[in-house]
C-alpha cells in the first residue's frame, strides 16, 4: 500500500461526524435528542441537551464578540465543570476564538500563587479576555494583568442576543491551546486545530467502539486536562449521552464515580489508576446495590498503571456485573492531543513483565519471569492509534 492509501484507512471526522469543525459538529449534535447532564457528588443532576448547548454557545458567543473578541483571540476559562463553564466553552468557538482552559486552586491557601501562575500562562497565550466561575470574579478582578476583560460564566450564559452571522472557522484554524501536565518541566502550551482535535476525537470513539443510540460515557476528570476534555469532545461530535462530574466532586465522595457508572449505565469511563483504588475500596467498605454490568470500556490512563489496583478493581467489580476485560489500559500524552495507544475494547488486559533494576538504572525494558524478585509489571497499552 501507498501512503495514501493508508491515510484513507484512517478514520476522519468528515466521514464518522459529518463535520471537521467544532461549531459544526455542536450544531449536528443539536439535531438529537441526546446531551450532557452535569452531575454533583449526591448525583443530583443539571441536564443540558444538546441543542440547548448549541443555543447557549450562539448567545455567549454574541457576548463575547460585544466585548471585543475577534476570530482568533485567546479566551482563558477558569472554571470547574458545570453548564456555564460548558456554554462559555463552546461559545468561544462559536464565536471563532481559541479557548484555553486554565486550572482551578487545589487551596484556599494557594490563591496568591494560583494567581500568579494564571497570569504567566495568559501572557504565554497572548489572551485576549479572562472567563471566570462566578464564584472567582471579585477575586480575580483586579489581579490579571494587562488589559484584559474579565467575564463570569454567569453573565455570559444569561446573553440574550445570539451572535449575528456564522462566523468561518475551517479545519486547519487553530482549535484551542492545550497546556501540557509539567511532569517534566513548566506546562507548555501545545497549538491544536480543529481537524487535529477532531481526528483524535474520531480515533477515541472507534479504538472504544461506541454505538451512538447506546453509549453513555460518565466522567469527574478535569476539563483543563486533555484526557478530561477530549473525551467530552469524542463523545459529543458522536452524539452519544455524557454525565460529568466536576472532580473537586469526585474527590469529596470517590463513591459517587462509581454510583453514577451504575445510575446512569455507563458503558464507558475513563480515569488514572488511583481512582480505581478508591473505587475498589469504597465498593468492598460500603457494599450497596450496583449494576456495572453495561461497562464495557474502563479506561486507565494519565500516570502509571498498577496491577494490583486494577486486579482489586476488577475482583469488587465482578460482584456488580463487571467484566475483566472492560480494564482497558491507555496512554497518551497533550503533544499528539490525547491518544497515542489504546487497548482493544474486547481484548483482556495483558501484562508485561521486566527487571525493575535494569528499568530503574537504564531504562531498559529486560523480561523476566512474573514471579522474579525484581518483576515490576507493565500493562501493555495495545497497538498506537492511527
Not at 443539536?30 to 441537551?49: E, F, K, M, Y
Not at 495507544?341 to 488486559?349: C, D, I, K, V, Y
Amino acid at each position: 500500500m501507498n501512503g495514501e492509501e493508508k491515510i484513507m484507512e484512517h478514520p476522519r471526522p468528515e466521514d464518522l461526524f459529518g463535520a471537521v469543525t467544532v461549531p459544526e459538529v455542536l450544531e449536528l449534535a443539536a439535531t438529537t435528542s441526546r446531551g450532557i447532564t452535569v452531575v454533583n457528588r449526591r448525583l443530583d443532576q443539571s441536564p443540558l441537551p444538546y441543542a440547548l448547548l448549541a443555543a447557549g454557545a450562539r448567545r455567549v458567543a454574541g457576548g463575547l464578540v460585544r466585548a471585543g473578541v475577534g476570530k482568533g483571540d485567546r479566551v482563558a476559562i477558569v472554571s470547574s465543570t458545570s453548564p456555564g463553564f460548558l456554554l462559555a466553552l463552546f461559545g468561544v468557538w462559536r464565536a471563532g476564538a481559541v479557548p484555553v482552559i486554565l486550572p482551578l486552586p487545589h487551596r484556599l491557601s494557594d490563591l496568591e500563587e494560583f494567581v500568579s501562575e494564571i497570569n504567566r500562562r495568559l501572557d504565554h497565550v497572548d489572551a485576549r479576555c479572562v472567563v471566570v466561575a462566578d464564584a472567582f470574579g471579585d477575586f480575580v478582578t483586579g489581579r490579571i494583568t494587562g488589559d484584559r476583560p474579565v467575564l463570569t460564566c454567569g453573565e455570559l450564559a444569561s446573553e440574550r442576543e445570539e451572535i449575528s452571522g456564522p462566523i468561518e472557522t475551517r479545519p486547519e484554524d487553530l482549535a484551542y491551546l492545550q497546556f501540557t501536565s509539567g511532569t517534566t518541566g513548566l506546562p507548555r502550551a501545545v497549538a491544536l486545530t480543529h481537524r487535529q482535535m477532531l481526528t483524535n476525537a474520531a480515533v477515541c470513539c472507534e479504538r472504544l467502539e461506541l454505538v451512538r443510540d447506546r453509549s453513555v460515557h460518565v466522567s469527574w476528570l478535569p476539563l483543563y486536562h486533555d484526557m478530561g476534555l477530549i473525551s467530552v469532545l469524542s463523545g459529543m461530535a458522536y452524539r452519544i449521552k455524557l454525565v460529568l462530574q466536576p472532580p473537586e466532586d469526585f474527590l469529596a465522595r470517590p463513591d459517587s464515580w462509581v454510583d453514577a457508572l451504575s445510575r446512569f449505565k455507563a458503558t464507558s469511563t475513563v480515569a488514572p489508576n488511583f481512582a480505581y483504588g478508591l473505587a475498589a475500596q469504597g465498593m468492598r467498605l460500603r457494599p450497596r446495590d450496583l449494576d456495572l454490568s453495561h461497562l464495557e470500556v474502563c479506561g486507565d490512563g494519565a500516570e502509571p498503571i498498577r496491577a494490583a489496583t486494577l486486579e482489586q478493581f476488577a475482583e469488587a467489580g465482578a460482584v456488580h456485573g463487571l467484566r475483566p476485560q472492560a480494564m482497558t489500559p491507555m496512554y497518551g500524552l497533550a503533544e499528539a492531543t490525547l491518544a497515542v495507544a489504546m487497548g482493544e475494547a474486547t481484548r483482556p488486559l495483558v501484562w508485561d513483565h521486566v527487571s525493575r533494576e535494569g528499568l530503574q538504572a537504564g531504562g531498559v525494558a529486560t523480561p523476566v519471569p512474573a514471579d522474579a524478585p525484581d518483576a515490576r509489571a507493565l500493562a501493555v497499552c495495545g497497538p498506537p492509534v492511527p
